[in-house]
């Protein structure tokens, strides 16, 4: 199915991401290899894993299982030359398997799971009537409560790294390094955190984009049956940061005792602004840059003393790499000390602002939003989408995921050696 046979189909699915416009020739990018995507699904990608993941104990193994649960479950495909298959459903993992590996798309969303599944099959009592056109199609077209309707979906979150442009000075775009990469940490130990204390959840999967970001799969049960006002009511509630690019104050505290969560957030957030991007981001280097965190201090008395101090010592002496840290130190010292009480807050304002979580609101919003599958290979890196453990999170898993290539090359070791053995073992 090409986009435009796809878009005459329900025009407020979501999905992770604009919706990219046509391209002349190939969507795949140069050194992107299509022959290691398909040795990287016929050898390396884990189907059984997904659909035992999926299914969650829905497996058939047993006669209490819901047996049409995965089928129901939509997944899309991108292929090469940017044909987009959407609604794609799946019997089994067999099923699964066998299309991806004679399609080799060159990326997999996973959406939720709907009240009819690929043969049509209504849950319950909703099934009224013979479908005699293609099953989504035609309950697509339909309203009320016979319509293709979500019933389950993981409550996803999405953080991206380019939205973190303003406050990085080392990449831009979706170029990524190891001194901006402690934003995503950041991200995921305050997201993670909040949602097993604060929300009970236990399930929770991240796994790295394969470009620019991390994605949180949260897979209780209870999570996967909100409804799309609950999503948006915790999507809502880790909404600290509120800033945009025309606004010189991006966090906004109250005066009165803060809210448990955002203190325990702005303990981890001021923790890696200290000790990671003060330094990384060289945030008090120049006059530009250290003007950019002035701005958000209230008492012009207090950012001229400052702003003084800075500049007399960018004259006395040579800038080096401890600048930042002493600048910074000198700054909260001053607004922490007892002369200034009413400043305190702006210590964690300036912290939160920089290493606070940048959510994507609309991915976690909807039930209905596609988001890229684990495992599936970036194309434009060829890096896979690969679960986060929390040890791989801080040794920066993002620099060690294997390309395709080099997944290519191992196996092709594999195979070599283990040839080499069998003709020892025989003699030859």
């Known amino acids: 199915m090409a986009r435009e046979e796809a878009e005459n189909g329900r025009d407020d699915m979501q999905i992770d991401g604009p919706v990219p416009e046509p391209k002349r020739g190939h969507a795949v990018p140069d050194g992107f290899n299509p022959d ?17 993941w999926l299914s969650y104990g829905n497996d058939r193994k047993h006669p209490g299982c819901d047996q049409s649960y995965f089928g129901r479950r939509e997944f899309s495909f991108t292929l090469d030359n940017d044909i987009y298959l959407r609604f794609q459903s799946f019997n089994g993992v ?4 066998k299309s991806i590996n004679e399609k080799c798309p060159v990326k997999i969303d996973i959406g939720a799971v709907y009240n009819v599944d690929g043969n049509g099959n209504m849950e319950l009592s909703m099934l009224h009537d013979s479908l005699g056109k293609p099953a989504k199609r035609h309950a697509y077209a339909q309203s009320g409560d016979n319509g293709f309707t979500p019933l389950e979906r993981e409550l996803i979150f999405d953080v991206d790294i ?25 991200a995921i130990k305050v997201i993670d955190v909040s949602l ?8 929770i999967l991240w796994v790295y984009s394969g470009r620019r970001g991390v994605h949180c799969w949260v897979c209780d049960g209870k999570a996967r049956r909100l409804n799309d006002e ?9 909404y600290v940061y509120k800033g945009n690019e025309n606004s010189h104050k991006k966090v906004s505290l109250m005066d009165c005792p803060m809210h448990p969560f955002v203190t325990r957030s702005s303990k981890i957030s001021e923790k890696h602004f200290k000790e990671k991007l003060v330094s990384s ?15 958000m201090i209230p008492d012009e008395s207090v950012t001229s003393e400052l702003r003084g101090a800075w500049q007399e010592s960018r004259r006395s002496s040579n800038l080096n ?11 909260k010292c001053k607004l922490q000390s007892r002369k200034h009480k009413g400043l305190r807050k702006f210590v964690e304002e300036i912290a939160l602002s920089y290493a606070y979580p940048r ?19 970036q194309p434009k890196t060829g890096w896979d989408r690969t679960s986060l453990g929390k040890s791989v999170v801080y040794f920066r898993q993002r620099f060690l995921q294997p390309l395709l290539k080099s997944c290519k090359e191992e196996i092709e070791s594999s195979y070599i050696a283990k040839c080499r053995e069998s003709k020892t073992s025989l003699g030859w």
């Not at 080392?170 to 934003?183: E, K």
């Not at 609950?230 to 880790?238: M, T």
């Open 321 to 331: 790499g401890a600048v930042n840290v002493s600048r910074w130190e000198l700054l």
């Open 162 to 186: 380019t939205d973190y442009d303003d406050v990085r000075y080392c990449c831009s775009g979706a170029d990524v390094c190891l001194d901006c990469w402690p934003l995503m940490t950041v």
């Open 281 to 295: 981001q060289n945030l008090f280097s120049n006059e530009e840059r250290f003007e950019k965190i002035l701005e």
């Open 36 to 52: 290691y995507l398909k040795i990287y699904y016929g050898k390396l990608f884990p189907h059984e894993d997904i659909f035992k």
């Open 196 to 203: 097993r204390v604060d929300f009970g959840f236990n399930h």
């Open 230 to 238: 609950q999503r948006a009511s915790i999507a809502n509630y880790l």
């Open 359 to 377: 959510l994507d609101m609309e991915v976690s919003k909807q039930m209905n939003h596609l988001l890229k599958a684990p495992f599936c290979v």
């Open 94 to 97: 067999s099923e699964l398997k």
